[in-house]
C-alpha cells in the first residue's frame, strides 16, 4: 500500500505540470519580483533564469516562487542543488513532527494547531501567553472562566468588562483571518471598523478564539506602533533537550495590523547568539524589495538587539520541552516591557524564510534533522 500511494502521489504531481507551467509563465512576468534582481552586471541572463525554473519544475514538480528572493538569478548564487522545494520539505517536516510517536500511534500537532487548545494548555501549565478572553463559534460565545455558551450579543454588553484583543481563526495559518478586536461598552470594532451584531457574525463564520492583546515593549513601538511585532524563534528537539537553531525578527508595515510575512510583513535575520539583527529586511515579493530601515518610522534594523532576547530564546527552549511529541517548531513570541510572551508555536514553519535570508540552501540541514527520532 505504502508503494502504491507513492505512485499515486507522484501521478498526481505530474498531472499539474500544465497548470504549473502557466503558473511559472505568470510569475517570471510579474514585475513585483524584480527589486531583489540587484546589480544587473551580476545578474544572469532571462533564459538562464527560465532555464533554472524549468529544471526547478522538473525536479520539484511546483514553481519556484522564491527564484529572485534566494538570489537565484546572481552570477555569484548558490548551487541550486542545495535548495530545498516547499513540497519536499513540506513531505519531510510532516514525517518528523507527526510520527514521531508512531508505536504509541499518537500526533501531537494538534496542540500547536489549534490556536485555542494551544493557549489554554499554555495557561495550565504557567506558561506565559496572552490571557484567554473567548471562543466564538457559530454565534455564540464561550466567556473564559464561564460554564455555556452565552449569545453573540454578549459582546455589546455594557456590563461585562472592555478589553482590546486579537480574534483569530483558529486553524488559521499565514496570517489567516486575524482581526484586532476591541470592545468599548456597546461599540465592537475589527481592525479599527464598527460592526453591528449582524456584521459580525458574517465575519467570524467559524471558530474564532479571542486573546487579550499584548502591549508591546516601547522600544517595538518605535519600530511600528500598528501591530505586535514578534520574534519568531525556531527549536529543535536533540538528545541534549529542544536547541535554538534560527531567528527572525518580524514588523508589520503598510497600516496592517498583523506582523506575519506572508500578508506584507517584514523579516529580519537575528544572530541567535548575540541576538542583534541583520541590515537588510525582507518583504515577500509581492509586497516589495529589501530594506535597511523600516519605511513607516526610518529605524535601521542593522545591530539592533530586541529587549529580552536571552530570556525569549530561554522561554523557547523551556515551552519545547512540554511539547516532546513534535521535533521542530517555530515558537511567536512579543516582548513586553517585563520581558516575554508567547504567541503562538508553528510546527508548520517555512524553511524559504531561512534559505531566503541566508541565500543559501537548507536542504543538507534538514536531511540531517530528518529522522523522527532526535540526535
Not at 301 to 307: H, L, Q
Request: hydrophobic content about 40%; aromatic content about 14%.
Amino acid at each position: 500500500m505504502t508503494m502504491l500511494r507513492k505512485i499515486a502521489s507522484f501521478l498526481l504531481e505530474w498531472s499539474r505540470f500544465p497548470a504549473n507551467l502557466a503558473k511559472l509563465w505568470s510569475f517570471m512576468n510579474d514585475p513585483r519580483i524584480l527589486p531583489y534582481t540587484g546589480d544587473p552586471a551580476n545578474t544572469r541572463s532571462r533564459a538562464l533564469a527560465w532555464l533554472d525554473q524549468i529544471v526547478w519544475l522538473i525536479r520539484h514538480r511546483e514553481v519556484n516562487e522564491f527564484y529572485y528572493l534566494y538570489r537565484l538569478d546572481g552570477r555569484d548564487r548558490a548551487d541550486l542543488s542545495s535548495y530545498i522545494g516547499y513540497e519536499e520539505f513540506r513531505k519531510l517536516r510532516d514525517r518528523i513532527n507527526f510520527n514521531r510517536h508512531l508505536a504509541a500511534s499518537r500526533n501531537y500537532s494538534i496542540l500547536l494547531r489549534d490556536k485555542f487548545v494551544f493557549n489554554k494548555y499554555m495557561e495550565s501549565i504557567a506558561l506565559p501567553v496572552p490571557p484567554t478572553i473567548a471562543l466564538i463559534e457559530r454565534g455564540s460565545v464561550r466567556w473564559a472562566g464561564e460554564c455555556g455558551p452565552a449569545p453573540l450579543s454578549s459582546l455589546y454588553d455594557p456590563h461585562r468588562p472592555d478589553f482590546s484583543s486579537y480574534c483569530k481563526y483558529v486553524y488559521g495559518e499565514c496570517g489567516e483571518k486575524i482581526f484586532r478586536m476591541i470592545k468599548q461598552g456597546d461599540i465592537v470594532t475589527l481592525d479599527d471598523r464598527r460592526m453591528t451584531e449582524n456584521e459580525l457574525a458574517t465575519a467570524l463564520d467559524g471558530v474564532f478564539f479571542v486573546q487579550r492583546e499584548v502591549r508591546q515593549h516601547p522600544e517595538l513601538d518605535s519600530f511600528y506602533p500598528l501591530t505586535t511585532n514578534t520574534l519568531r524563534l525556531y527549536t529543535v528537539m536533540t538528545r541534549r533537550g529542544p536547541e535554538l537553531f534560527y531567528g527572525i525578527m518580524r514588523f508589520g508595515a503598510n497600516g496592517n495590523r498583523v506582523d506575519n510575512w506572508a500578508i506584507g510583513g517584514i523579516i529580519i535575520k537575528v544572530d541567535i547568539t548575540t541576538g542583534e539583527l541583520a541590515t537588510e529586511g525582507y518583504f515577500k515579493p509581492e509586497y516589495g524589495g529589501v530594506v535597511t530601515a523600516h519605511p513607516a518610522t526610518g529605524r535601521p534594523f542593522a545591530g539592533y538587539r530586541p529587549p529580552f532576547f536571552s530570556e525569549s530564546a530561554a522561554l523557547a527552549k523551556e515551552t519545547h520541552q512540554f511539547f516532546h511529541g513534535i521535533r521542530h517548531i517555530g515558537w511567536d513570541i512579543a516582548i513586553t516591557a517585563d520581558g516575554p510572551v508567547i504567541i503562538e508555536g508553528n510546527d508548520n514553519w517555512e524553511i524559504s524564510v531561512m534559505q531566503a535570508l541566508d541565500r543559501r540552501g537548507w536542504k543538507q540541514w534538514m536531511y540531517e534533522n530528518s529522522s523522527p527520532e532526535p540526535r
